[in-house]
């Protein structure tokens, strides 16, 4: 089955070490979008790659990146990770941008001792 | 600008109804519904684009008023399977196409 892949789906690291999140799509979708969602809290969007263009949103931290060495996988970076980016990381998968159902992967759970 | 969403929970015993409401000071592009379970993924139910439009089947639906600035999704004849928390995620007019702004979620339980 076509789906969206997470790993790992438990993640901790100490503060301060940095992080690699990974995510992988077998829907061949252009878009790539990566969300951070914390305790009880709506999903907020932080990057997302349209093929092999980067968007990031505005107020998204400079400890956050990204990359996309291929249509089929996406990496969240975490450069250093602090107490406050202990959450559900999302990554969601569109054919396009604009008015497509987003298709998201199971998450990563970042915990940061 | 984040939706306003609401209520912010509800508790239903099996059968009943609900609605859920999705709320925005301008007009919107577009409104995405998505319900997660607790440790999951969200999942899409729909999306609505136009002024006016309804969407959906007899159980879950949704509605899209004429000025685009409001999306209400009713669950009818509740099942406990419905339980879960229910996002609204809105595309703004002359934003980055495509990227959702999701309101807090509504909480829905569904009891025997």
């Known amino acids: 089955d076509a789906m969206v892949i997470q790993n790992p789906r438990y993640q901790v690291t100490q503060f301060g070490k940095p992080v690699t999140l990974s995510c992988s799509q077998t829907?061949?979708?252009?878009?790539m979008y990566w969300y951070q969602q914390k305790s009880s809290q709506a999903p907020k969007l932080l990057f997302h790659?349209?093929?092999?263009?980067?968007?990031n949103e505005a107020d998204t931290p400079d400890n956050f990146q990204s990359r996309r060495p291929n249509t089929s996988f996406c990496f969240l970076d975490i450069r250093s990770p602090g107490l406050g980016d202990a959450a559900m990381y999302l990554c969601?998968?569109?054919?396009?941008?604009?008015?497509?159902?987003?298709?998201f992967g199971p998450g990563t759970r970042l915990t940061v001792t | 600008q984040q939706p306003v969403q609401s209520p912010q929970a509800v508790i239903l015993r099996e059968g009943e109804d609900a609605v859920i409401n999705c709320s925005s000071s301008?007009?919107?592009?577009?409104v995405h519904w998505y319900r997660q379970k607790h440790g999951e993924a969200p999942v899409f139910l729909m999306i609505?684009?136009?002024?006016?439009e309804q969407k959906g089947h007899e159980k879950i639906s949704a509605s899209f008023n004429e000025k685009k600035q409001q999306s209400s999704l009713y669950l009818t004849a509740s099942q406990l399977s419905y339980s879960g928390t229910y996002f609204c995620?809105?595309?703004?007019?002359?934003?980055?196409?495509?990227?959702?702004?999701f309101g807090k979620g509504t909480k829905l339980s569904v009891k025997p």
């Open positions: 969601a998968t569109s054919p396009a941008t604009s008015s497509y159902e987003q298709y």
């Open positions: 829907l061949n979708h252009n878009v």
């Open positions: 790659y349209y093929d092999k263009d980067f968007n």
């Open positions: 301008k007009a919107l592009y577009s």
């Open positions: 609505l684009l136009k002024g006016g």
């Open positions: 995620g809105t595309e703004n007019y002359g934003g980055s196409q495509g990227n959702l702004i």
